[in-house]
């Protein structure tokens, strides 16, 4: 069966500092893909990053880079240079050859100034 | 702008009450999805469409229905056999259900019972 976990119910940060969210995977598919999601207190989904089961490279949007090691079976994000804005809660998600997208509980993110 | 609209924002729902959340995209995908969200947690497929006219179930469907008859539109139907509807209730949408689609998503409605 398919699972992710984000041990990280709550992460405090410093405003400009960078800051690792957690997330381990468990999938018998070969192929998969894995996302990021952040969810602001208004509640939309926005997807951040994604990264390919066969990808070799590690994925980067900006401030954001997925730190994937295959072999442990984690899928990392990192956030550079926080910012107050980056307050928010982080899924984690996976998606193998069916149809279904599965996501982890998520971590709240707290940005201090 | 292309993207995924959601109405109403906050819904009320009486008990014994049908009710209807609209979910529209312009993207031009051909997947779409209904999800749950209880407080502090997760994401719960309830429904998804692969394709116009076609519809599957997903985790927790019981005591909600949908439709797909046209491209753009998904509309979720939470009817009375659901016992414990209040929840933030979220439409997603991606080109296709492969491994490498991203699914991009509404603003949410919340679901509250009177």
């Known amino acids: 069966a398919q699972k992710i976990t984000q041990t990280q119910p709550g992460m405090f940060v410093q405003e400009k500092e960078a800051v690792t969210l957690d997330c381990t995977y468990d999938?018998?598919?070969?192929?998969?893909?894995l996302f990021w999601y952040k969810q602001p207190s208004s509640g939309e989904m926005i997807f951040l990053i994604y990264q390919g089961s066969y990808d070799e490279q590690n994925a980067t949007e900006g401030r954001y880079s997925l730190n994937f090691q295959k072999a442990r079976k984690s899928a990392n994000l990192v956030i550079s240079a926080s910012q107050l804005g980056d307050s928010a809660m982080y899924f984690c998600a996976m998606k193998g050859g069916g149809f279904k997208t599965i996501f982890g509980a998520g971590t709240r993110l707290f940005v201090k100034a | 702008d292309g993207g995924i609209t959601q109405s109403p924002k906050y819904l009320f729902r009486k008990e014994g009450q049908n009710v209807t959340l609209s979910c529209e995209q312009n993207?031009?995908?051909?997947?779409m999805y209904w999800y749950r969200q209880d407080p502090g947690q997760g994401l719960r497929l309830i429904y998804y469409s692969q394709i116009v006219n076609d519809f599957q179930k997903g985790d927790i469907a019981e005591g909600y229905s949908v439709s797909r008859e046209k491209k753009e539109s998904f509309p979720l139907t939470v009817t009375s056999a659901q016992k414990n509807p209040t929840a933030f209730y979220l439409c997603?949408?991606?080109?296709?259900?492969?491994?490498?689609?991203?699914?991009?998503f509404g603003p949410g409605t919340r679901l509250l019972v009177l």
């Open positions: 993207l031009n995908h051909d997947a």
């Open positions: 999938t018998s598919d070969q192929s998969y893909g």
């Open positions: 997603a949408s991606s080109r296709s259900t492969g491994a490498a689609e991203t699914q991009y």
